[in-house]
Nanobody, 121 residues
Framework: VQLQASGGGLAQAGGSLRLSCAAS????????MGWYRQAPGNQRELVAT???????AYADSVEGRFTISRDSVGNTVYLQMNNLKPEDTAVYFC????????????????WGQGTLVTVSS
């Protein structure tokens, strides 16, 4: 399974960016998709997730500003980021959980390569 993330870049405070992450390869079923971020000197933190049933969850810091969604096929996840703040500056990573059934059933987690988002004040 490969994850290709794109859409990072430079934005001014109050601006918008849209991240995307496409999953490809031997995919039985995607269990969940999500975005994490890691700012310099900080631990990686959860930003938003979307489950296979479409239910979503957000970190308090982005609630109401960011929206996570999936395409109709379900293999691409997006993160629409509005009203960006300088504290949103970080490397953003997509994370995808794939259902595995190889005699045992479990979820395997995959990470994208990270895309840098920089928000200037």
């Amino acid at each position: 399974v490969q994850l290709q993330a794109s859409g990072g870049g430079l934005a001014q405070a109050g601006g918008s960016l849209r991240l995307s992450c496409a999953a490809s390869g031997n995919i039985f079923r995607i269990n969940f998709m999500g975005w994490y971020r890691q700012a310099p000197g900080n631990q990686r933190e959860l930003v938003a997730t979307i489950a296979s049933d479409g239910s979503t969850a957000y970190a308090d810091s982005v609630e109401g500003r960011f929206t996570i969604s999936r395409d109709s096929v379900g293999n691409t996840v997006y993160l629409q980021m509005n009203n960006l703040k300088p504290e949103d500056t970080a490397v953003y990573f997509c994370n995808v959980g794939i259902d595995i059934n190889d005699g045992m059933r479990y979820v395997r987690s995959y990470w994208g390569q990270g895309t840098l988002v920089t928000v200037s004040s």
